[in-house]
């Protein structure tokens, strides 16, 4: 199971911190992604991070602003978001993709996603 959690409201130029607690399998050799679907949009891809490595890969709208974390230890993911922008606005989820598929972008190539947390950002 993933479990999202720590979204809500926040204005434009400010933080926010999102997590994925990981529970029920090891997933020591997935790869975690973070996308987000914004109302009357598809889902996008906004960041992955391995666990193993812990190395990150970003979509562009993102880069410089967003950042990924790991702890092995808590089994947890975390997408530190800074300088929001009201384009950022959306239900972000928590997905993981099985070794086969490192570094994906790719929404179908993750197989276990969670519930999903809002982020909102006003302007």
């Known amino acids: 199971q993933l479990q999202a959690s720590g979204g809500g409201l926040v204005q434009a130029g400010g933080s926010l911190r999102v997590s994925c607690a990981v529970s029920?399998?090891?997933?020591?050799?997935?790869?975690m992604g973070w996308f987000r679907q914004a109302p009357g949009k598809e889902r996008e891809f906004v960041q992955g991070?391995?666990?193993?490595?812990?190395?990150?890969w970003s979509a562009d709208s993102v880069k410089g602003r967003f950042a990924s974390s790991r702890d092995n230890a808590k089994n947890t993911v975390y997408l530190q978001m800074n300088n929001l922008k009201p384009e950022d606005t959306a239900v972000y989820y928590c997905?993981?993709?099985?070794?086969?598929?490192?570094?994906?972008?790719?929404?179908?190539?993750?197989?276990?996603w969670g519930q999903g947390t809002q982020v909102t950002v006003s302007s």
């Open positions: 997905a993981a993709a099985p070794p086969e598929h490192p570094y994906s972008d790719a929404a179908n190539e993750y197989v276990y």
């Open positions: 991070i391995s666990w193993s490595e812990g190395l990150r």
């Open positions: 029920g399998r090891t997933v020591s050799r997935y790869f």
